[in-house]
């Protein structure tokens, strides 16, 4: 059973700090991991994905993986009230596979004014 | 480009009645996939079809079924609803191109069961 787990939360930050998100798996054999945001009501979206050791950065966002650890992260730089929602981190098998992918239940994140 | 639409956002079936619930991409994705989001569960993958012509299934499978109808359009049907089934139900398409498995969704459908 492949599990994916996070710290529900929420996770409270003041606004322009660094809200830091967690994530581990289960599975040795994930090697694609991603990062959705979800605003109550709406569907995910892809903000962030990874598929090397290491760090990735994209604008505001960065991705940080260690597969050593089986322990994924999103680092959010200068937290903005906008960006106050449910964060999915989720994990996807090698090889292009097509198998849908292993979600966590998110961390609820709330950015304070 | 619309990306990933379904259809209906909003539905309520009593206990024992049938509906489909319709998905369509016009990004020339590969791939697409049924989940359902409920409250504490996080998404659970019920079906996927990897390509055209093919279907597998995910987690949740049991009373559900689903048709890949051609390359753009993933349908899943409810042949006999369950209060159980209330949920909201997310459709996903993929590129599915070397290693890269990037997934996005549609808007969903909001199901209730009564």
């Known amino acids: 059973q492949k599990e994916v787990e996070q710290n529900s939360g929420p996770l409270s930050v003041p606004e322009g700090a660094i809200a830091s998100l967690n994530c581990t798996y289960s599975d040795r054999g994930s090697q694609s991991f991603f990062w959705y945001r979800q605003y109550s009501g709406k569907s995910p979206e892809l903000i962030m994905s990874?598929?090397?050791?290491g760090d990735k950065e994209d604008g505001r966002f960065t991705a940080q993986l260690n597969k050593a650890s089986q322990y994924v992260s999103l680092l959010i730089r200068d937290s903005q009230p906008s960006d106050s929602a449910t964060y999915l981190c989720?994990?996807?098998?090698?090889?292009?596979?097509?198998?849908?992918?292993?979600f966590g239940k998110g961390t609820h994140l709330i950015i304070q004014p | 480009n619309a990306g990933v639409t379904q259809t209906p956002k909003f539905q309520v079936l009593k206990t024992g009645q049938s509906m489909t619930l319709q998905c369509a991409q016009d990004?020339?994705?590969?791939?697409m996939y049924w989940y359902r989001q409920d409250p504490g569960m996080g998404l659970r993958l019920i079906y996927y079809?990897?390509?055209?012509?093919?279907?597998d299934k995910g987690e949740v499978p049991n009373g559900y079924n689903v048709s890949r109808l051609n390359k753009r359009e993933f349908s899943l049907r409810l042949e006999s609803a369950a209060p159980s089934q209330t949920s909201v139900y997310f459709c996903?398409?993929?590129?599915?191109?070397?290693?890269?498995?990037?997934?996005?969704f549609g808007p969903g459908t909001r199901l209730t069961v009564l």
């Open positions: 990004m020339n994705h590969n791939s």
């Open positions: 996903a398409s993929s590129a599915r191109r070397s290693a890269y498995n990037e997934q996005f």
């Open positions: 990874i598929y090397s050791n």
């Open positions: 989720a994990v996807g098998i090698a090889g292009g596979g097509a198998d849908g992918l292993t």
């Open positions: 079809s990897a390509s055209e012509g093919t279907t």
